[in-house]
C-alpha cells in the first residue's frame, strides 16, 4: 500500500490500464458465458443503491420493500402469487439455501441429519450428474451425502435412475430447467411426483432456464412444466444476472412457503431486524433493486422478446454448424448450442477458436464446445465465428 495519497486522476489512468485487459461483452467474442451485458438502467440503479444493506433491513426500509416486490414479480412468472425468498449473489447461494432448508427440516420433522440423535444420519440429496457444481460445495458445507444420478440419452436425468437411489435417508430431489452445459431441461413433472410419492423436498434449479422459459412460452415455444405450478415444487433458482440482463451479482431463491426461510433463521439480536436466514450477513441492497428496476422496465413483453431472440440466433447457429460438417451434441432446448467436429479433437478446435479471438467453454460431460447465446451475441458475430470454423477447416485440410 503506498504510503502517500494518490490523486484521483491517477487512480482512474491506472484503473483503465487494467480495465483494457478485459474482455467485452459487446465485442461479441464471449460465446462460453450465462452472463451478458446487464441494462444501462440497471447499472445506474445499481450504483445509486450502492450504500444499501439489506442485513440490516430496518434502516434500509425503502430497499427492503423493493426487494420483495422483486420477489413479487418473480414469483408472478414461476406460477407463485405468494412468494417467499431473497435476491442473493447468484445461483450458488439460492442452492446453498434450499439445501440448507431442506436439511433443517428433515432434521426437524424426520429426525435426519439430527446431531443429538443416538445415531447420526447422514442425510442424502439426489443430483444429476449435468448438476450444478454448487451441488457439491452445499453438500461440503452441510454435510451431506451428493448422490449423482445418471443421464439418459438426451442429457436429461434419468428417472429410473433416480427412483433406484431414492432411500429413507434422501432429503431432497433436485431437478434442472436449463443445464449448465447443454441448457436441458429435467423431466421436472415427474421428478415432483417422485417427490409426492416419496415425502421428499423438491428443488428445481432454473438458474439459467427461469428467465427463459416462462417467457418463451409467452411467445408461443412449447415449454415443460417447470415451476410451482407442479404441487410439489418446495423452491426454485433463478438468476436475474443472467437472461434477466441484471448487473452481476443478483441471485435469486424463491419458496413456496414461509417455513423453509424460517427453518434457517438463526438469531440476529444487535440488528433492527431479529433473524436472518439468508447465507450472508451484510447484504448489498443494490442488485435487489436493479432487479427490480430492470423487472418493470423490461415487462412480459420485453423478456419474451429478448428470450426469442436469442432462440433465433440458437436456431441459425445449430442449423449453419450442421451444413459445416459440425456435429451437434442434441437439438437446442434452450439458448445453448454443443458441437463437436468428427475430425477435429474437442480441445484442438477449442484453442484454435481461442488463439482467432473467441471465447468458447468445453462442456464436460459430453466433451463438446459450448457455445451460449445470450444477448450480446448478434447475427453479425454469428457469420464471423462461422468464417473462423471455415478457416479452421482449411489450415487442417478437412472440408
Known amino acids: 500500500m503506498n504510503q502517500e495519497p494518490l490523486e484521483k486522476e491517477k487512480i482512474l489512468e491506472e484503473l483503465a490500464k487494467f480495465k483494457e485487459k478485459d474482455l467485452k461483452y459487446s465485442q461479441g467474442n464471449i460465446l462460453g458465458s450465462m452472463c451478458t451485458r446487464a441494462d444501462p438502467l440497471a447499472?445506474?440503479?445499481?450504483?445509486?443503491?450502492?450504500?444499501?444493506?439489506?442485513?440490516?433491513?430496518?434502516?434500509?426500509?425503502?430497499?427492503?420493500?423493493?426487494?420483495?416486490?422483486?420477489?413479487?414479480?418473480?414469483?408472478?412468472?414461476?406460477?407463485?402469487?405468494?412468494?417467499?425468498?431473497?435476491?442473493?449473489?447468484?445461483?450458488?447461494?439460492?442452492?446453498?439455501?434450499?439445501?440448507?432448508?431442506?436439511?433443517?427440516?428433515?432434521?426437524?420433522?424426520?429426525?435426519?441429519?439430527?446431531?443429538?440423535?443416538?445415531?447420526?444420519?447422514?442425510?442424502?440429496?439426489?443430483?444429476?450428474?449435468?448438476?450444478?457444481?454448487?451441488?457439491?460445495?452445499?453438500?461440503?458445507?452441510?454435510?451431506?451425502k451428493l448422490v449423482e444420478v445418471d443421464l439418459d440419452e438426451n442429457y436429461r436425468v434419468d428417472i429410473n435412475s433416480v427412483k433406484e437411489n431414492i432411500n429413507n435417508n434422501t432429503i431432497a430431489i433436485v431437478g434442472i430447467a436449463g443445464t449448465t452445459e447443454l441448457g436441458m431441461i429435467d423431466p421436472i413433472e415427474e421428478l415432483s411426483q417422485l417427490a409426492i410419492e416419496n415425502d421428499i423436498y423438491f428443488h428445481v434449479d432454473a438458474a439459467f432456464g427461469g428467465f427463459s422459459i416462462p417467457f418463451l412460452k409467452d411467445f408461443g415455444y412449447e415449454m415443460p412444466n417447470f415451476d410451482f405450478s407442479l404441487e410439489c415444487v418446495c423452491s426454485i433458482t433463478v438468476d436475474p444476472h443472467k437472461m434477466g440482463l441484471a448487473p452481476i451479482p443478483s441471485g435469486c431463491i424463491i419458496f413456496r412457503e414461509k417455513k423453509y426461510l424460517d427453518s434457517m433463521a438463526v438469531e440476529a439480536p444487535y440488528l433492527t431486524t431479529k433473524e436472518q436466514s439468508t447465507i450472508v450477513g451484510t447484504r448489498l441492497g443494490a442488485p435487489a433493486v436493479a432487479t427490480w428496476a430492470i423487472m418493470e422496465h423490461m415487462g412480459r413483453e420485453g423478456y419474451a422478446k429478448n428470450a426469442n431472440e436469442c432462440m433465433i440466433n440458437t436456431d441459425f447457429l445449430a442449423d449453419a454448424l450442421f451444413k459445416e460438417g459440425f456435429e451437434l451434441v442434441t437439438e437446442p432446448e434452450l439458448n445453448i448450442v454443443a458441437f463437436t467436429h468428427p475430425n477435429i479433437p474437442t480441445d484442438e478446435l477449442a484453442r484454435m477458436l481461442e488463439e482467432k479471438g473467441w471465447m468458447v467453454s468445453v462442456s464436460h460431460y459430453p466433451k463438446a464446445i459450448r457455445i451460449v447465446l445470450m444477448t450480446h451475441i448478434k447475427y453479425t458475430h454469428l457469420i464471423d465465428f462461422l468464417a473462423s470454423l471455415r478457416e479452421i477447416k482449411s489450415e487442417l485440410n478437412i472440408k
Open 43 to 144: 447499472k445506474e440503479v445499481f450504483c445509486d443503491f450502492i450504500d444499501s444493506n439489506l442485513g440490516d433491513p430496518g434502516l434500509f426500509k425503502g430497499t427492503q420493500t423493493l426487494e420483495e416486490k422483486a420477489i413479487k414479480n418473480i414469483g408472478s412468472f414461476l406460477s407463485l402469487e405468494e412468494p417467499y425468498g431473497n435476491i442473493v449473489t447468484g445461483g450458488t447461494e439460492a442452492n446453498l439455501m434450499a439445501m440448507r432448508a431442506a436439511r433443517n427440516l428433515a432434521r426437524k420433522e424426520k429426525n435426519i441429519g439430527n446431531i443429538d440423535a443416538d445415531e447420526y444420519i447422514v442425510p442424502e440429496i439426489i443430483v444429476s450428474k449435468s448438476g450444478h457444481f454448487s451441488f457439491k460445495k452445499a453438500a461440503d458445507i452441510l454435510n451431506l
